[in-house]
Structures are given as C-alpha cells and as structure tokens.
C-alpha cells in the first residue's frame, strides 16, 4: 500500500537526479504502435519452418475432399505434384507423403511397392518440382488390412517382425528419391535398423526424421478418415506413448538419437507443448512438432461455426508451438500460414 510517507519519499527521490526512481513501471509502452510491438516480438514464424502434409491416392486426376478435414484432399500422383507445385511457389520448402493403397494385406506389404501411390509420387516431384524437400511417413497402418501399425500375431503386434516390414519400406522410398524418412510407427530399435539399413544400401544421405514421442492421442481422428487407417478392432496404446507421460518421452527421444535420427518429433503439438520444450531443451536436435489431423479439424469447425475468428487462431496455435521450440512444424495449414507471413 502507498503511504503518505512514501509518496513523499518518492517526490523527493524523483526530484534528486540520479537518486533511483520509484515510478510506476509503464510495460505498455512497449505495445504502442504495430512497429514497437514488431520490434521486440520474441517469437517469430518463417515460411521455411513449414512441412505440408499430403495423401496420395493411385488415379488420375483425382481431387476428393477428406470430410473431417475442410481444404484437405486425397489426391492423385499428378495432383499432388501440382499441389506441391502450387506450395513451393507460395514459399512452402517441403512436404510430408502418406499413400493410399488399392489393395491391403495382413503385412501390409504394400508399404515396399515400388510402384505404390507414395514412390510413384516422390518420382514425379523429384523429377517435376525442384528444391522441394521430399518427407515420407513411414508406419504399416495405411497398408494392413487390420489396420494396425505392424504385423499381428495373436491381435499383438509382434515388434521385430514389424520392424523389417519398416525397413522394406524405408528403404523404398530412398530409392525413389525421399530426402528424408519418417517412422511413426513407435516400434522398438526401428530408427537403428532403418539408419544401418539405409547406410548398406548406399542411402547415407537419406535423413530420418523420427516420429520419437507420439503420443495416443484422440486428435488423430480426422487423419484415421483421410488415411483410412482406423485399426479394425483394439487400439494403439500398446506402442504409442500414454498422455500422462514425459519423462518416458526423453527416453523415447534419447534412443531415437542414439540410434541415429536427424531430427526428433513430438506429436500431437498443442497438447504436449511441455514436452515440446524439454524435448528441444535438452537434446538441441532439430525438433519438429506435428499439428495434427484433430487439432486442425477443431479449429475449421469452429471457424465454419462462425465460433473463431479462423486466420488469426491459427496463427496463434503455430506461434505457440514455436514458442514452445519447435524448428519445424508439420500442419495441414502450412500453405495459408506462409500467405499470411
Ligand atoms: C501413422 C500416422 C498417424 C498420423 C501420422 N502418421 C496416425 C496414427 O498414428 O494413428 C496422424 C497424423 C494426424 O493426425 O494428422 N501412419
């Protein structure tokens, strides 16, 4: 409480120069104007943080709207190149490919088809969209018939047998020319296999992008939709992390070093902005964060509802993730948030 006698102390002080000032501290002066408030803004987003999910479906000329997922498309080979083009131009640097197959099988096998929607489409933008950087999703889930992220024995999911089925593919989509691979499968010593698996094959300069801490997580609904990769009965939460969990996450992240990947992730993003920052807090990898399917439905939902003002929620959820220190953020938003920077 202010006294009489210190509000006298403090007119004295004030009139004394160079005796210290005991003057209300004036914060807002620094959020005056648009330029004082550019000026000592800590948290900056760049076009060249954003990583563009797509999905590849086999055809031709194929455009058909995911319904969870408002301005996202199952689309063609050619469709994605034009896609990708379109983002490219607009200063988004890379992509991140999941495929659709015609046909499923128990061992998802599919995965390694060198001539499956996902090598067909790292070919074609390889060789029609230059400078772009090619990522592709590596896990079983959009090929078994059971929709499960690995080979089942028992409804269990028999981790090494799962890990070569990764391998297989991997190894596929380096040889069509992917600039990075990213397991998101959780699957125990796959990053390691994957890595010396590359390295024999003469891929040493193929990255892995790790998917190290993802999480079970309810967000990823709309993606299950446009991937149609729901598993058939059960769920994940034999080999995706437990929400409660972050200790065990910079175990998972550990290993994931440890066994050679390049760049770590942490998914879903805006619930687990906690392990975003211990992730990149202790380790200093490249970190990459994946708004996902869910969390971007969410916001188009209440956008549509006209319950959001939509541009500038999304612009504040990607600024929170790289708040939190991501380097990379993996959105379905990717191409409007490079138009609105
Ligand atoms: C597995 C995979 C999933 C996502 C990315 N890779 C789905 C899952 O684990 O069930 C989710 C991405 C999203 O929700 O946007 N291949």
Redesign the pocket.
Known sequence: MTTKSSLHETRHEASSPGAPLDLPRRPRRLRRSPAIRSLVRETRLSPDMFIY?LFVCTGEGQRREVRSMPGVFQLSVDEVVREAAAAKAEGVPGVLL?GLPDEKDPIGSGAYDPEAPVQSAVRALKREVPGLLVVT?V????YTSHGH?GILVDEEIENDATVGQLVRSALSHAAAGADIVAP??MMDGRVGAIRSALDQGGFTQTAIMS?AA?YC?A??????D??D??PAFGD?RSH?MDPCNVEEALREVELDIEEGADIVMV??AMTYLDVIARVKAEFGLPTAA???????AMLKAAARNGWLDEPRAMMETLTAIRRAGADIIIT?YARDAVRAL
């Open positions: 999910p999941f999703d896990c079983l889930c959009e992220c998101s499968d998917y993802k997580s967000f990823y609904g709309p993606f299950r446009a991937a990769s729901a994940r995706q998914k879903p994946y708004h996902v399917s869910g969390e971007y379905y």
